[in-house]
Antibody
Framework: QVQLVQSGAEVKRPGSSVKVSCKAS????????ISWVRQAPGRGLEWMGG????????TYAQKFQGRVTITAVESASTVYMELSSLGSEDTAIYYC?????????????WGQGTLVTVSS | DIVMTQSPDSLAVSLGETATINCTSS????????????LAWYQQRPGQPPKLLIYWASTRGSGVPDRFSGSGSGAHFTLTVSSLQAEDVAVYYC?????????FGQGTKLEIK
């Protein structure tokens, strides 16, 4: 059974960075894409970007280009998402989600979410 | 970017009745070479991460009750929840994975009448 376990809640100052981890167990990390999706309080789901560790390919949403970095450490079955230059609008729950195939497909597995609060 | 638009934004349905949620994409998400619609539906209960319900527009996810069904093709899709139960209270999202960036609908809040 695939499980994605994310790191704990963070409180950050405006202008700083945050790095959230997502550890996969029960399945292969390499062959499947993992994406990061965030949800601001009371709002919908917003895709930030994703990585396919097998190919080393990373894609970012234009909105976050230059501010987000997604990396993978295969030996640790862990994917990271780092977001810089934080503002109050970045306060959200950040989810990692794993695809159910090697190509373009749906997200069958989701992490429990990591609350990032940006406050001075 | 492909814009996903859901309707309605919210609806209230009586227990045992049927709820219907629509999703329209700004461009088609049917891949001609494999005839698959790159469209998924997710359920998000309060305080929980999203859960996959339907993929390829009409295939139920693992363990999803057959009360949930998806239909449609091209740019117009529907999620139907039959015999509504109290546990179905949630926000439902459609999502396209035809192209990057992946995009979600704004969500439809389903409540019990």
């Amino acid at each position: 059974q695939v499980q994605l376990v994310q790191s704990g809640a963070e409180v950050k100052r405006p202008g700083s960075s945050v790095k959230v981890s997502c550890k996969a167990s029960g399945g292969t990390l390499r062959s499947y894409g993992i994406s990061w999706v965030r949800q601001a309080p009371g709002r919908g789901l917003e895709w930030m970007g994703g990585i396919i560790p097998l190919f080393g390919t990373v894609t970012y949403a234009q909105k976050f280009q230059g501010r987000v970095t997604i990396t993978a450490v295969e030996s640790a079955s862990t994917v990271y998402m780092e977001l810089s230059s934080l503002g109050s609008e970045d306060t959200a729950i950040y989810y990692c989600a794993r695809q159910d195939c090697g190509g373009d497909c749906h997200y069958a597995y989701w992490g429990q979410g990591t609350l990032v609060t940006v406050s001075s | 970017d492909i814009v996903m638009t859901q309707s309605p934004d919210s609806l209230a349905v009586s227990l045992g009745e049927t709820a219907t949620i629509n999703c329209t994409s700004s461009q088609g998400v049917l891949f001609s070479s494999n005839k698959k619609n790159y469209l998924a539906w997710y359920q998000q209960r309060p305080g929980q991460p999203p859960k996959l319900l339907i993929y390829w527009a009409s295939t139920r996810g693992s363990g999803v009750p057959d009360r949930f069904s998806g239909s449609g093709s091209g740019a117009h899709f529907t999620l139907t929840v039959s015999s509504l139960q109290a546990e179905d209270v949630a926000v439902y999202y459609c999502q396209q994975y035809y192209s990057n960036p992946r995009t979600f609908g704004q969500g439809t809040k389903l409540e019990i009448k």
